[in-house]
T-cell receptor
């Protein structure tokens, strides 16, 4: 089955700096890669996702890049703000099956943005 | 749109009792619902996948007789933890895929914190 590795496990940045989180996956059939933000005791919130037919996607201060050949994808947060502090999870799925598709999650990255 | 609710948000029970957790898609019909378990400071671990009217598909190592899943309609799935023990204490989160939408996009419920004494 799919295995997703996420690094780093913790990341401390100064407000205004950029944060980068990297994930690798093992199943070459995976074609959907979402990123979730989870605040303490809350639900994971989808912040951005990318499909395998796209190499990069951006939404304001957040961007995701995908390298299918190397089987890794990354989350980039620019101009970080204290409210960006949370745990971020990457995930992978081999989507589009009628029965619904399992997401395999990375181990998570705890991001702390220092004012 | 695509709001998922869970009930209860937290529950404390005695060892040996059974606890039922509900997961509802409030403003959409869910093709598939998923149940996850999350221990403190850890990632989400998929327990099972359920489709309306079908038996749930459990992940390896998850006891189906221990964690009963019923997917009665396109908007409701329930997870029953039977004969709960302290090691079952965890944060249980459901998610749902939007019917008619990309089948791989999942929307998560707020989670249920179970504490077994």
């Amino acid at each position: 089955g799919e295995n997703v590795e996420q690094h780093p496990s913790t990341l401390s940045v100064q407000e205004g700096d950029s944060a980068v989180i990297k994930c690798t996956y093992s199943d070459s059939a995976s074609n959907y890669f979402p990123w979730y933000k989870q605040e303490l005791g809350k639900r994971p919130q989808l912040i951005i996702d990318i499909r395998s037919n796209v190499g990069e996607k951006k939404d304001q201060r957040i961007a995701v890049t995908l390298n299918k050949t190397a089987k890794h994808f990354s989350l980039h947060i620019t101009e970080t703000q204290p409210e960006d502090s949370a745990v971020y999870f990457c995930a992978a799925s081999n989507g589009w099956k009628a029965a619904g598709n399992k997401l395999t999650f990375g181990g998570g990255t705890r991001v702390l943005v220092k004012p | 749109g695509a709001v998922v609710s869970q009930h209860p948000s937290w529950v404390i029970c005695k060892s040996g009792t059974s606890v039922k957790i509900e997961c509802r898609s409030l403003d959409f019909q869910a093709t598939t619902m998923f149940w996850y378990r999350q221990f403190p400071k850890q990632s989400l671990m998929l327990m099972a996948t359920s489709n309306e009217g079908s038996k749930a598909t459990y992940e390896q190592g998850v006891e189906k007789d221990k964690f009963l899943i019923n997917h009665a309609s396109l908007t409701l799935s329930t997870l029953t933890v039977t004969s709960a023990h302290p090691e079952d204490s965890s944060f249980y989160i459901c998610s749902a895929s939007l019917r008619g939408g990309p089948t791989d996009t999942q929307y998560f419920g707020p989670g249920t914190r179970l504490t077994v004494l």
